[in-house]
């Protein structure tokens, strides 16, 4: 299987970075043997890869990593690099590769302090790979500070160096940055092509991934993850019934708390898993007694993982916040598609009866004007707006209409 399999409905992608790698192989042949290198190569030391929620951004950069990093014997016999299998391909995909760097936003910003040992590793060599590989999952939250730092390296890469930047749009990333990033924009994938990856991927019975595919409009994450998990699909459905429950003051008051605390509930739960475990091993990185006590002059280690871990927290909570905001969108432009006698494909057949409903007990413009209200309380969100005061604000002009 090659890593490209992993890119849903991103054939036009996958060629342009399958022909990028094999010049890549090339040109690293070429030095080995010291010899000139090609003269039109289509490998290049920075990307930037855009495109909206969902298409696998992050994906199509980690697969072009792992073939960059493919170490296959077929190789020596003319095999495309990035086969999916060989120990550079697995470990680059598992993000365990030494010299793969992944940097992803842990709050709602990524800060220079982050970025500071990531930039120096750039001007180093490979350790074990081909090249060093620096893949920035959340371009768009680099602040003004860490994006410069950003802009020194890539401006000045070094020979066996590539940058790997993904973001929204090109219009997230500093102007000096993505005029130095060659550009790969990435398309919504059909309905039909995530459904069919999770029935041969996952194993997710034909229906079922038809739905969630349906679902969540071709966002593969999320559809993998409603597919594969009930709680999800619980989360899901309660989302779905809170058009119905908006009746009264109260009403809309409770409903936000219930979000609100769902969302927690989701941050909490991923806390619980990952933080235990990364204090244990920093504690064991740092040469802790038996008894858990830390060496002198450590407290401050521990208390900046403490911090980090807190920001996560956070940026998980809005981060499954914005995802019940995403399936209210989709539930308000189908009542807004049946008012309007659309043949658009309706995304949440499992509840039509809360959208005949509401089709019926409402106008398009008040449809519109709720789907404009969802989109302002992710705007507060995203302004660090407290959550339950966004969500109420939201809530409320739902029922108001």
Request: proline share 4%.
């Amino acid at each position: 299987m090659s890593v490209w399999d992993d890119l849903v409905g991103q054939e036009k992608v996958s060629a342009v970075l399958d022909a990028a790698a094999r010049d890549a192989d090339a040109q690293v042949t070429a030095a080995a043997a010291d010899e000139p290198l090609p003269e039109a190569s289509r490998m290049t030391h920075a990307w930037l890869f855009t495109g909206p929620p969902g298409a696998g951004r992050n994906q199509a950069a980690r697969s072009f990593a792992a073939a960059l990093q493919c170490v296959s014997p077929d190789r020596a016999l003319g095999g495309a690099p990035g086969c999916g299998f060989c120990d550079g391909c697995h470990t680059a995909l598992l993000g365990t590769h030494a010299d793969v760097t992944t940097v992803a936003a842990v709050g709602a910003e990524i800060l220079v302090k982050d970025m500071r040992d990531t930039v120096r590793k750039s001007y180093t060599a490979p350790a074990t790979g081909r090249w060093q590989i620096i893949l920035v999952e959340d371009a768009e939250r680099l602040n003004e500070k860490s994006a410069n730092a950003v802009l020194k390296a890539v401006e000045e890469p070094a020979p066996r160096t590539v940058w790997l930047l993904c973001a929204p749009s090109v219009e997230d990333v500093l102007p000096t940055i993505r005029s130095r990033c060659r550009h790969l924009n990435l398309r919504t994938p059909s309905v039909e092509a995530v459904a069919d990856m999770l029935v041969r991927r996952d194993g997710v019975e034909p229906e079922a991934a038809a739905a969630a595919a349906r679902a969540t409009q071709g966002h593969v994450d999320r559809a993998r993850r409603l597919a594969t998990d009930p709680a999800a699909r619980e989360r899901r459905a309660a989302v779905l019934k809170l058009p119905l429950r908006l009746d009264e003051v109260g009403a809309c008051l409770k409903a936000a708390q219930d979000l609100v605390d769902a969302a927690a509930e989701d941050a909490k739960q991923l806390a619980e898993e990952m933080d235990g475990r990364e204090a244990e091993e920093l504690k064991a990185a740092l040469g802790a007694v038996q008894g858990g006590r830390l060496p002198r002059g450590t407290a401050g280690v521990m208390k900046d993982l403490e911090d980090m871990q807190k920001r996560r927290r956070t940026r998980t909570q809005r981060d499954s916040l914005d995802v019940a905001l995403g399936d209210l969108t989709t539930f308000y432009r189908d009542v807004l598609a049946l008012q309007l006698g659309s043949r658009v494909a309706i995304a949440n057949a499992d509840a039509q009866d809360a959208l005949d409903r509401l089709a019926r007990g409402s106008s398009p413009e008040s449809t519109l004007r709720r789907i404009e209200a969802i989109a302002a309380c992710r705007e507060a969100l995203d302004r660090n707006v407290a959550p339950l005061l966004a969500v109420e604000a939201m809530t409320m002009a739902l029922r108001a209409g």
